[in-house]
């Protein structure tokens, strides 16, 4: 479903501070899968994530969705791609202070332009699933980590995407919730959804329904 091929990735480049982040990485991703990017700080896990995402894009080598080379398309072309076929789970879960947990998994539809009360129906519809529809209307501040994490989840989901890229999504949880955070990863595969995970977490990649770890190591994949 996914491919790299030979995918590097500078920063700063032709300055004196420029930083191969990714030096060449090749790699298949099936679809309906769970892949696990594991490595040490500074591997660049996360660098490779947003590439995949469409967030940002290679230096060189080519990314391909479903055999469409994505990393030469045009930016708006791209921003589709990223809307309709990825949801997006950060380590701080990045959600937005000042609005309800209901708006903040609307927020990654508005752009699409659908109705309005269909798309409140679906937000909620989708809190109900993950037990969070009692704190619809609260403001995300007060929430506790593994409410964060669900609303973070429900947003994600919002667009029903086909991938799901979350990002060192244990990080700041305890033990029991980054296991129901697997749990929860695992019902979305059965469902469908095809799940790349960044994480130096143990809970993470040695969770026995991992499909592949892929370890990586200063910007290139480890050897096996
Ligand atoms: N915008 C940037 N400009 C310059 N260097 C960057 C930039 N973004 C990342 N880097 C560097 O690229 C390398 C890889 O970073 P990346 O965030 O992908 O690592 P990571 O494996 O996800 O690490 P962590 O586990 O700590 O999140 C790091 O050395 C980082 O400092």
Request: aromatic content about 6%; proline content about 4%.
């Amino acid at each position: 479903m996914i491919e790299l091929d030979d995918v590097k990735k500078a920063f700063n480049q032709g300055r004196p501070n420029e930083f191969w982040a990714i030096r060449g990485v090749s790699l298949k991703m099936d679809a309906n899968r769970i892949t696990v990017l594991k490595g040490p700080s500074g591997s660049g896990k996360t660098t490779l994530l947003s590439m995949i995402g469409c967030l940002s894009r290679p230096t060189s080598g080519r990314i391909l969705l479903r055999s469409r080379i994505l990393s030469g398309l045009p930016e708006r072309f791209l921003t589709e791609i990223r809307r309709k076929t990825f949801g997006f789970i950060f380590q701080q879960f990045n959600l937005v202070k000042g609005l309800t947990v209901l708006e903040n998994v609307m927020l990654p539809a508005y752009p699409l332009g659908l109705d309005h009360r269909q798309l409140r129906e679906t937000a909620l519809k989708l809190l109900r699933q993950f037990n969070m529809d009692p704190k619809a209307d609260s403001k995300v501040e007060w929430l506790s980590g593994g409410e964060a994490q669900r609303t973070a989840i429900c947003r994600a989901l919002i667009n029903d995407p086909e991938i799901l890229i979350a990002d060192e999504p244990t990080a700041n949880l305890d033990t029991r919730l980054s296991r129901e955070f697997m749990v929860i990863i695992r019902d979305l595969k059965q469902q469908g959804k095809t799940v790349i995970v960044t994480s130096h977490d143990p809970v993470v990649f040695e969770y026995a329904e991992i499909d592949t770890v892929v370890e990586m190591r200063d910007g290139i994949l480890a050897e096996a």
